[in-house]
Every structure is written in structure tokens, then in C-alpha cells.
Nanobody
Framework: QVQLVESGGGLVQAGGSLRLSCAAS????????MGWFRQAPGKEREFVAA????????NYADFVKGRFSIYGDNAKNTMYLQMNSLKPEDTAVYYCAARDVSRISSRALDFGSWGQGTQVTVSS
């Protein structure tokens, strides 16, 4: 199993940017699919973006297309989520997740490893 640690969250004004990082240890990324999910207070956890490490394919939730970008650095065993044009409705705890197969997924139950989460707050 892989251990995941997120960082990079914080408070930002609407229209601003943040970059979240997810550092992995225990296994290399090469055989994994990775993803970002988020959970706002009183709401269910929802899919944000996913990446297939070996092929580089990506998938995004409709509400972040054109604003967020998921990518990784194999040498650093770190995945990133670049978030631009942030909106107050993007406020949530953001979680990094990994699954030990290469096919990407938007379903939280397909991911077996999770980070502890990082808070993102967007003020209006």
C-alpha cells in the first residue's frame, strides 16, 4: 500500500490560485492511478480529477474543467493539482487517493489509499 500526504491548502480570494501536492511513499507511482477528491461540510465526497501514471491520461469533473490541472513528477513521487480561477464553491477538504491499478476512475470506492486531506478555503 502507498502512503499519501497532501499539502498546499490554504485561504485564497476568489479568482486566485493554489497548487496542492500529494507526496507518496511506500510504492512508486508507475503502476498506479491517482486522484483528487473533495468534501465540503455537509456534503458527500466528490471526484475532482484523476491521472493514469503510465499513460498520462487524465479525467476531470465538469465543474473544474478548464480551471484545474492534474499532473505528476515521477522523480519526486509527487502528484499535483493546480487550481486556478478558484470560486467560493471550491471550498472543501481536498483528498489525494491512489489505486493499485493503472486505469483511472472517478469513484471513491475504487481507491484504496487516501491522504489525510488539506483544507482549501476560497473567500468571496
Amino acid at each position: 500500500q502507498v502512503q499519501l500526504v497532501e499539502s498546499g491548502g490554504g485561504l485564497v480570494q476568489a479568482g486566485g490560485s493554489l497548487r496542492l501536492s500529494c507526496a507518496a511513499s511506500g510504492r512508486t507511482f508507475s503502476s498506479y492511478a491517482m486522484g483528487w477528491f473533495r468534501q465540503a461540510p455537509g456534503k458527500e465526497r466528490e471526484f475532482v480529477a484523476a491521472i493514469n501514471w503510465s499513460g498520462g491520461s487524465t479525467n476531470y469533473a465538469d465543474f473544474v474543467k478548464g480551471r484545474f490541472s492534474i499532473y505528476g513528477d515521477n522523480a519526486k513521487n509527487t502528484m499535483y493539482l493546480q487550481m486556478n480561477s478558484l470560486k467560493p464553491e471550491d471550498t472543501a477538504v481536498y483528498y489525494c487517493a491512489a489505486r493499485d491499478v493503472s486505469r483511472i476512475s472517478s469513484r471513491a470506492l475504487d481507491f484504496g489509499s487516501w491522504g489525510q486531506g488539506t483544507q482549501v478555503t476560497v473567500s468571496s
